[in-house]
C-alpha cells in the first residue's frame, strides 16, 4: 500500500509561482507512473501533469504547458510540480497520484493511490 502526502499549496498572487512535493512511503516509487490532478468547485478532477517512472517522459494538461513542470527524485521517493505564472484559474485542489503501470491515463478512475491534497489558491 503506497501513502502518499503533498505539501507546499498556499495562497499567492497572480503571476507568481508555487512548488509542489508529494512524498511516497509503502512502496517502490519507481515502480509508479506519478501525476498531479486538479480540482475546482463544482469542476471535475482533470489531470495537470504526468511523468513516467523514470522521469524521462512527462505530459501535461493545455492550459499548464509552457507555465508547470513536473519532475521527479526516486531516490527521494519524491515528485514535484514547479508552477509559473499563476492565474486565479489555476486555484484548485491539487492532489498527487500514483498509478502502477508503464503509462499515465486522464482518468482520475484508472490511478490506485492518492494524497489528501493541498489548496492553491491565486488571487487577482
Do not use: H
Not at 468547485?41 to 517512472?53: F, S, W
Not at 508547470?68 to 505564472?85: E, H, P
Not at 499563476?86 to 484548485?92: G, I, R, S, V, W
Amino acid at each position: 500500500q503506497v501513502q502518499l502526502v503533498e505539501s507546499g499549496g498556499g495562497l499567492v498572487q497572480s503571476g507568481g509561482s508555487l512548488r509542489l512535493s508529494c512524498t511516497a512511503s509503502g512502496g517502490t516509487f519507481s515502480s509508479y507512473v506519478m501525476g498531479w490532478f486538479r480540482q475546482a468547485p463544482g469542476k471535475e478532477r482533470e489531470l495537470v501533469a504526468a511523468i513516467r517512472r523514470s522521469g524521462g517522459s512527462t505530459d501535461y494538461a493545455d492550459s499548464v504547458k509552457g507555465r508547470f513542470t513536473i519532475s521527479r527524485d526516486n531516490a527521494k521517493n519524491t515528485v514535484y510540480l514547479q508552477m509559473g505564472s499563476l492565474k486565479p484559474d489555476d486555484t484548485a485542489v491539487y492532489y498527487c497520484a500514483a498509478r502502477q503501470s508503464s503509462s499515465w491515463s486522464r482518468q482520475s478512475s484508472s490511478w490506485s493511490y492518492w494524497g489528501q491534497g493541498t489548496q492553491v489558491t491565486v488571487s487577482s
